[in-house]
């Protein structure tokens, strides 16, 4: 049942690949030089991005498919594991209040670094089968899922303003004085495209990966505080070894923004929150004010606040739903693999 429907949505998503081609951009018809410019300029930026991305969200994706089924690897009863879950959604909820605004102040490039650093440190927490050790894992992830669907882009759009304004060079420059905005938007709606069907595609190759890694090495556990290695937790190694790289990739080939106006000047963190003159809790108080007088924005959230719901519970409830009275369990990376595919076709 499990490989038919992997091979369903997998013919599923390659046909809608093929027909909508995600990658190219159809929305800019500019002119011959206009898109040879615009190319390149996004074809530098793409290079240096890209990769960064696809290797920070693989250290996400990696971890999806095990986390549940680690917590009850370890003794912990279902009414524990809700906890854990809900200590790091909540922690996402606190920490992405203010978090736009923070890493505005601070850096986006120091706030993708701290995702890798916070991830990393998450990853590293799952060896112990302590419960508190645990939790603070989870407040550790929450925090890093706030920065990783929010630095990234921003550091993306921010990096693609000043590369067109010619604040910072791009072999586009060389060619022409200037990129009509369409060409500029084109090329960036391109990135972005390229970025989205790439994170699907990771995702979808990060559950077989996972379940080829943990079959390796067979779990095991050492005398100190009940420290656990293989199995299970390979997966959040590989993890690790993933984060780290793209840390290193990001922190040689990236260069620091923040918001507008602010150039390319160095700023220390205490330089940077002097310098913005607005707290994060006065950006929140603007932005709840600018909510509430939109009726349009207050639908959309609601909207939004039920999807996200159903999401997350679903995310608590398929792994305990797929192997409780299980005969045969399946493999969870092969199911999380045919779930991304799923998402993949209902996002192109």
Avoid at 26 to 44: C, E, F, V
Avoid at 131 to 150: D, K, P, Y
Avoid at 162 to 176: F, I
Avoid at 294 to 312: H, I, K
């Amino acid at each position: 049942v499990y490989s038919v429907a992997l091979g369903s949505m997998l013919a599923l998503a390659a046909g809608l690949a093929a027909w909508t081609q995600p990658w190219a951009d159809r929305g800019s018809r500019d002119s011959d030089i206009d898109n040879l410019t615009t190319g390149q300029a996004s074809g530098g930026l793409a290079a240096i991005f890209l990769p960064v991305w696809l290797l920070c969200v693989a250290g996400d994706w990696l971890q999806g498919p095990y986390v549940y089924a680690l917590y009850e690897s370890y003794g912990l009863p279902r009414e524990d594991i809700a906890r854990l879950f809900v200590a790091g959604f909540g922690a996402s909820m606190a920490f992405g209040t203010f978090v736009g605004s923070w890493v505005d102040q601070l850096g986006r490039k120091r706030g993708c670094q701290l995702y890798c650093l916070l991830y990393i440190g998450a990853c590293m927490t799952k060896h112990f089968a302590s419960f508190w050790v645990l939790l603070f894992g989870r407040l550790l992830g929450g925090i890093a899922t706030s920065l990783l669907f929010s630095a990234f882009e921003a550091w993306l759009i921010r990096e693609h303003e000043l590369r067109e304004s010619g604040v910072r060079q791009s072999p586009a420059h060389s060619l022409t004085e200037s990129v009509p905005a369409a060409a500029s938007n084109g090329s960036l709606r391109r990135i972005f495209g390229l970025m989205w069907f790439g994170s699907s595609l990771v995702g979808i190759s990060a559950g077989p990966l996972g379940d080829k890694v943990i079959s390796l090495i067979p779990p095991s556990e050492g005398n100190f505080l009940s420290f656990h290695y293989g199995g299970l937790t390979s997966a959040f190694d590989l993890a690790v070894v993933v984060l780290l790289t793209g840390l290193a990739l990001l922190s040689t080939t990236w260069q620091e923004n923040r918001g507008e106006g602010d150039g390319e000047v160095e700023m220390s963190p205490t330089e940077a929150t002097a310098e913005s003159g607005t707290s994060p809790m006065q950006l929140v108080l603007r932005a709840i004010e600018a909510v509430s007088r939109d009726p349009s924005l207050l639908a959309l959230m609601a909207v939004v606040t039920g999807f996200e719901s159903a999401m997350y519970g679903f995310i608590f409830s398929w792994t305990p739903a797929l192997t409780e009275g299980a005969v045969s369990p399946p493999a969870l990376g092969s199911v999380f693999a045919t779930l991304m595919l799923a998402y993949t076709s209902g996002s192109l």
